[in-house]
C-alpha cells in the first residue's frame, strides 16, 4: 500500500527527492513517516508530517537538510534530502498511521501501521 522511490547513487553534497505512493488507504486521515536504516543500526526516525501537512518534525541528524512533504490530491509523501553525507547512506522507509496526533509520538516508529519495501540511497564521499 506504499511505494517508495527515488533512491540511488548520489556524491556528497548532492540530493536527491524520495516519494512515497500510497494506495487503497483514505491518505488524507494519515500521518506520514520517514525513517531509515543502516546496515548493523537500528532504524531511525527522520521526518513525520501531520495529515493535513500543518506540521513537521525532523531528527535533529537531518534538519534543515530534510524536508518532508506531502500532496494529498496525489496520495504522494516526498523526502526532499540536501546536502547529503556519506553517513546517509541507508534503506529510506516510509510509513503512514492513521492518526490526529502530532509530535512526539511521530518519531517512534512502532506507531505506524504501514510501512513502504524501503528504497536505497547511498552517498559516495
Known amino acids: 500500500q506504499l511505494q517508495a522511490s527515488g533512491g540511488g547513487l548520489v556524491q556528497a553534497g548532492g540530493s536527491l527527492r524520495l516519494s512515497c505512493a500510497a494506495s487503497?488507504?483514505?491518505?488524507?486521515?494519515?500521518?506520514m513517516g520517514w525513517f531509515r536504516q543502516a546496515p548493523g543500526k537500528e532504524r531511525e526516525f527522520l521526518v513525520a508530517i501531520t495529515r493535513s501537512g500543518a506540521n513537521t518534525d525532523h531528527a535533529a541528524s537531518v534538519k534543515g537538510r530534510f524536508t518532508i512533504s506531502r500532496d494529498n490530491a496525489k496520495k504522494t509523501v516526498y523526502l526532499q534530502m540536501n546536502s547529503l553525507k556519506p553517513e546517509d547512506t541507508a534503506v529510506y522507509y516510509c510509513?503512514?498511521?492513521?492518526?490526529?496526533?502530532?509530535?512526539?509520538?511521530?518519531?517512534?516508529?512502532?506507531?505506524?501501521?504501514?510501512w513502504g519495501q524501503g528504497t536505497q540511497v547511498t552517498v559516495s564521499s
Open positions: 510509513a503512514a498511521k492513521s492518526t490526529i496526533l502530532t509530535t512526539p509520538i511521530l518519531q517512534e516508529a512502532s506507531f505506524f501501521d504501514y
Open positions: 487503497g488507504i483514505t491518505f488524507s486521515r494519515y500521518a
